[in-house]
């Protein structure tokens, strides 16, 4: 299992947003190179980065985002906004490892597979919002229409083996992570499901260790000190009690 620290970008700096409210957004940190390089120093082996301003349609963070790719010895995934060739392109000759592709690319298997023939489907993701048991995404309100397993289904027949998979209820609530979803998501269409969303301590990340889940994102209880990134690492690095 792999732990993604999370370093989410609005107007240069570090924040904590909801995926429906960018006004309310908490300020972590002024500096996402300084945040990024205390997690390489820390012994993190992915960073998980979001730009959230082109994720709003506010901005764009691509120069700030390849700038952090380039410094950074550890590989690094991206989100937000990102479905179209382009913005793949774009982020993958800036040296990013995986791109997160927003659930809008699964609304033709014509885009899916063009993308998974352009790219290595190693190289790309899926990043799967959920609210009341049905896909969202903001720049497709039609998402609404599909069972997330239907859209991962989809991906995964093009290639993607890989879902970030965010309950939108638990997005930074230091509530739990929805857990039982993620894993029922994962047995159902066998991709690798990387839970992001309400992870509250070192308990949450040893039940999706415990379920055989791909990974865990975390942010919000990194940066207010509810879990060390040592615990984490050493969670996430551990095998399951037998």
């Known amino acids: 299992m792999e732990l993604y620290p999370a370093i989410d970008i609005h107007g240069g700096r570090v ?3 909801s995926r429906t409210d960018l006004t309310r957004a908490t300020l972590y940190h002024p500096d996402p190179f300084a945040v990024a390089e205390a997690l390489v120093a820390g012994g993190a082996r992915w960073v998980h980065v979001v730009d ?3 994720a709003f349609g506010v901005g764009d963070q691509t120069p700030l985002v390849a700038a952090l790719v380039k410094r950074l010895p550890i590989p690094v995934q991206v989100g937000g906004g990102l479905w179209r060739i382009e913005d793949v392109e774009q982020m993958r000759d800036r040296g990013v490892q995986r791109v ?7 609304e033709t298997m014509t885009l899916l597979t063009a993308l998974t023939d352009q790219f290595s489907p190693d190289s ?4 799967l919002d959920v609210h009341a048991g049905r896909a969202w995404a903001r720049d497709w309100p ?8 239907e859209l991962v289904a989809r991906a995964r027949a093009a290639g993607i083996a890989i879902v970030a998979l965010t309950e939108l ?3 930074g609530a230091l509530g739990g992570a929805d857990i039982a979803g993620a894993a029922a998501l994962a047995r159902d269409t066998e991709v690798g499901v990387i839970v992001s969303g309400g992870v509250s301590g070192l308990d949450d990340l040893e039940r999706i260790r415990d379920a055989g889940l791909a990974g865990a994102i975390v942010g919000r209880a990194l940066f207010e000190r509810k879990l060390s990134l040592e615990d984490a690492l050493k969670c996430c690095s551990s095998s399951s009690p037998s």
């Open 169 to 171: 209820s638990r997005e």
């Open 142 to 149: 039609d998402a609404a229409r599909f069972a997330p397993r």
């Open 52 to 54: 959230l301003d082109r």
């Open 124 to 127: 790309l993701g899926l990043a």
């Open 15 to 17: 924040v904590r947003a």
């Open 100 to 106: 997160l592709l927003g659930v809008r690319a699964t």
